[in-house]
């Protein structure tokens, strides 16, 4: 039970794109096409972002979409606005849970 | 509208126990499995356990098996988890979440409560 692997910061100026990674192993994410995403505000609940990889809730703006190549989950915000500037994480599922090791981006 | 609202955080000296519980509600309580999450302060999220719809799954991560226990009720729309020996690491905020039986996400969380262990 690893936590996944994504990068500590990533960041842009408004309007730009940006992607988080997250990478697994072939024993997790590579194996199910059961990433999540979740965004958290500081001091909030996190947010479902992104389901079953590239899936997107009800109520989630298409900005955000999600992607996935071998044991690697990708994060994609296009269009970046102040208000994305959050932490992001990945989960997968694989019998159990696993969440990456968290992402801050920053709206510069 | 769905609502997920945990109680019983508190300071707790290591060793000790806590029992903390989620109320759900807004939706059909026993059609979902629900699942502890806790976040250390300034750390990232952690899954620590999940329950079936029915109660009859259970699963731990190795962090805690052993010394935690989920359980629920779904009568009373509820979700709890018994912990004991309790450790300096195990001071975070606790949230509950639920999920899908073949939808593999966490759809609605509560607001989270905070334990500290601490002597």
């Known amino acids: ?108 | 509208q769905v609502q997920l609202v945990e109680s019983g955080g508190g300071l707790v000296k290591p060793g000790g126990s806590l029992r903390l519980s989620c109320a759900g509600s807004g939706f059909t309580f026993s059609d979902y499995y629900m699942s502890w999450i806790r976040q250390a302060p300034g750390k990232g999220l952690e899954w620590v356990s999940y329950i079936s719809s029915s109660g009859t799954t259970i699963y731990y991560a190795d962090s805690v098996k052993g010394r935690f226990t989920i359980s629920r009720d779904n009568a009373k729309n509820s979700l709890h988890l018994q912990m004991s020996s309790l450790r300096a690491e195990d001071t975070a905020v606790y949230y509950c979440a639920r999920w899908s039986s073949g939808y593999y996400q966490f759809d609605y969380w509560g607001q989270g409560t905070l334990v500290t262990v601490s002597s």
């Not at chain 1, 269009?79 to 500037?85: H, I, K, N, R, S």
């Open chain 1, 1 to 108: 039970q690893s936590a996944l692997t994504q990068p500590a910061s990533v960041s842009g100026s408004p309007g730009q794109s940006i992607t988080i990674s997250c990478t697994g192993t072939s024993s997790d994410v590579g194996s199910y096409n059961l990433v999540s995403w979740y965004q958290q505000h500081p001091g909030k609940a996190p947010k479902l972002m992104i389901y079953e990889g590239s899936e997107r809730p009800s109520g989630v703006s298409n900005r955000f979409s999600g992607s996935k190549s071998g044991n690697t989950a990708s994060l994609t915000i296009s269009g970046l606005q102040a208000e994305d500037e959050a932490d992001y994480y990945c989960c997968s599922y694989a019998g159990v849970y696993v969440f990456g090791t968290g992402t801050k981006v920053t709206v510069l």
